[in-house]
């Protein structure tokens, strides 16, 4: 068991806290680059009330609006140079979790020489990082409330983390106002990626009590809230609910990390470029049910969390919230084949080598393989 525990700076958590913006930018810097994607923020407005909230602080700023879902490693690297190029001294994200991703990824490689990879791979130390300010608009990642930036490699299809305490956000901006126009088929899937980092990592081998809380909490939040949500309830404590959740889960991971279902999703997002939650929900039951006799006594807690009532009721409790959230998910619907197990299998080994060391299960690449076909 670890003994350290790790959290953002700053939280400032609220409905309508984006007005704040400029004034916690101004603690860190004179110029900002805001990196977002290429249309949501723009559509919502949240965009152009970010930048009127700097100019009223007079803090200047670029805007560079290429970062993707399973954001690229060439992206954060193009950021990093136009932060460079333009003199930012700090760097401001606006969007989901691929975009706070590549966020945290430019401004690391702002600071940082060398190839990306080399620093994913832990083969260069840190130099820091830029100052980064994260301003989620979607209730799933958690990005903003821990040091990891999740990047796909164009070259060869690995998608794994830069892990690196530099790069946890200096403040996180939660405003679940900023949410409410994700569309239903988005708050699906991102938060049942938030639902899985508390539980992944309150089955994790590298568990904390702190986290366990946090994780048993974050669970409670999603399961009280997210269906009514889905279902078009506009209760702001709702939202507020999922928003929380959503950065509790960021922040346990951080500490304990995640485990199989991660592991496994991760080859697949980085091979065919899918929706992270889609691929957690078809490999998360199948995990979980092949998983459950070792560790039946937190398995039941989760179960009995999403309405279930033993260990063994486990996956189908799982099953039952993602046909209730439109969810019900396969493999083969995202375009997986048999054909890219093998591929998927020894990818796994390579990227999420953690990620299958703190699972409850010792599972070899046999058993990853037939996982990864039982959830085609």
């Known amino acids: 068991m670890i003994q350290h525990y790790n959290i953002s700076d700053s939280l400032i958590f609220g409905r309508g806290k984006l007005s704040v913006t400029g004034r916690t930018a101004a603690r860190f ?16 407005g949240a965009l152009d009330r970010l930048m009127n909230c700097l100019e009223s602080e007079h803090i200047g700023f670029e805007l560079f609006d290429k970062a993707t879902p399973n954001p690229l490693t060439t992206t954060a690297e193009d950021g990093a140079r136009f932060a460079v190029e333009n003199s930012c001294d700090m760097v401001i994200a606006i969007g989901g979790g691929s975009v706070i991703d590549c966020t945290k990824a430019a401004a690391y490689l702002a600071v940082n020489e060398g ?24 209730c799933g990642t958690g990005s903003e409330g821990n040091g990891f930036a999740v990047l796909t490699n164009p070259e060869n299809g690995d998608k ?21 126009t994700m569309p239903k088929s988005v708050l699906a899937s991102v938060s049942f990626d938030a639902l899985c980092h508390c539980m992944e990592a309150y089955i994790s081998k590298a568990w904390h009590p702190i986290t366990d809380q946090s994780a048993l909490y974050g669970m409670k939040l999603i399961a009280d809230n997210l269906v009514d949500v889905y279902n078009g309830c506009n209760d702001p404590n709702a939202w507020d609910a999922l928003a929380w959740a959503s950065t509790l889960g960021g922040m346990v991971i951080h500490t304990v990390g995640v485990t199989l279902p991660h592991g496994m ?37 989760i179960s009995k969390i999403l309405h ?25 619907d995202e375009g997986i084949t048999s054909d890219d197990i093998p591929f998927l299998t020894e990818n796994c080994f390579k990227v999420s080598a953690a990620s299958i060391a703190n699972h409850p299960a010792a599972f070899d690449r046999d058993m990853i393989a037939k996982l990864y076909e039982k959830a085609l």
């Not at 794994?160 to 409410?180: C, F, G, N, Q, Y």
């Not at 991760?266 to 998983?291: C, Q």
Request: net charge neutral.
């Open 115 to 138: 190839d990306i990879n080399d620093h994913i791979y832990d083969r260069i130390e840190s130099k820091g990082a830029l100052p980064i300010i994260a301003i989620p608009t979607t």
């Open 265 to 301: 999703e991760h080859p697949a997002s980085g091979l065919k470029n899918i929706v992270h939650g889609r691929g957690l929900a078809a490999l998360t039951p199948v995990i979980t049910e092949a998983s459950i006799e070792y560790s039946p006594e937190r398995y039941e807690t």
């Open 160 to 180: 794994k983390s830069l892990r690196r305490k530099d790069i946890v956000p200096k403040a996180a901006i939660i405003d679940s106002e900023l949410m409410e």
């Open 29 to 44: 810097g004179k110029k900002a680059l805001i990196v977002t994607g290429g249309s949501s923020s723009k559509k919502s």
């Open 308 to 332: 279930g009532m033993t260990a063994y009721d486990c996956s189908d409790a799982i099953r039952k919230l993602l046909e209730t959230i439109g969810l019900t998910v396969k493999l083969s």
